[in-house]
């Protein structure tokens, strides 16, 4: 049971820590969180002017869901416990303890934690992602697209109760992290990345 507290806890913590927030603080852009669209993630850096800064971003964002999993499922904790994990990464990303609570959207974060639980799941998920980015080219409605669906192929891909439930959730709180995005969306404002670029 400690074991289990420790690494939820550990997960929460590592999810805490904004690649985006960190990496545009080293390369002297500022605090992602004041510029462009005021998220701390990927895409915002990207905004700002620097794509080798965003794919580290978007690698530091997905291994900070993956490798919490990984380990709690290393030392053998159960699928409930790994589930735990995987959404303690993921909402420290959200709700980041080092970063005032003020966090990104959670779609690199959240993708690196799928692939902890299911390299089947996550390669799935990516590619409805990047078909519909593809064919429209709003990052936005491609992470709501890969959001909505993700429970389905979870259903279908992953056999554990407790992974599928984890999954429930992580695509509700993307969700709800996106309702600007929704709202441009629907009113035909949502920029696309060849206006970004």
């Known amino acids: 049971m400690l074991t289990i507290l420790v690494l939820v806890i550990g997960g929460y913590f590592v999810g805490s820590l ?110 409805i992602w990047l078909s519909i980015f593809w064919c429209w080219r709003i990052s936005s409605l491609s992470a709501l697209c890969a959001a909505i669906l993700a429970p389905f192929l979870a259903w279908w891909l992953v056999p554990d109760s407790a992974i599928r439930f984890a999954v429930v959730l992580l695509a509700i709180f993307l969700l709800w992290r996106h309702q600007d995005n929704i709202r441009r969306l629907l009113s035909g404002q949502e920029d696309r990345a060849s206006k970004q670029n």
């Open 18 to 127: 904004s690649s985006a927030i960190i990496v545009a603080r080293l390369a002297g852009l500022g605090d992602p969180r004041t510029q462009g669209s005021g998220n701390p993630g990927a895409t915002n850096i990207l905004r700002l002017g620097s794509k080798r800064l965003a794919g580290i971003v978007l690698l530091g964002d997905a291994l900070k869901g993956f490798l919490p999993v990984w380990l709690a499922q290393e030392v053998g904790a159960n699928a409930w416990a790994v589930a735990g994990v995987g959404l303690a990464a993921f909402w420290g990303h959200l709700y980041p303890v080092f970063f005032g609570f003020r966090g990104g959207k959670g779609v690199a974060t959240g993708l690196g934690v799928l692939l902890g639980f299911s390299w089947s799941l996550a390669l799935a998920v990516l590619g």
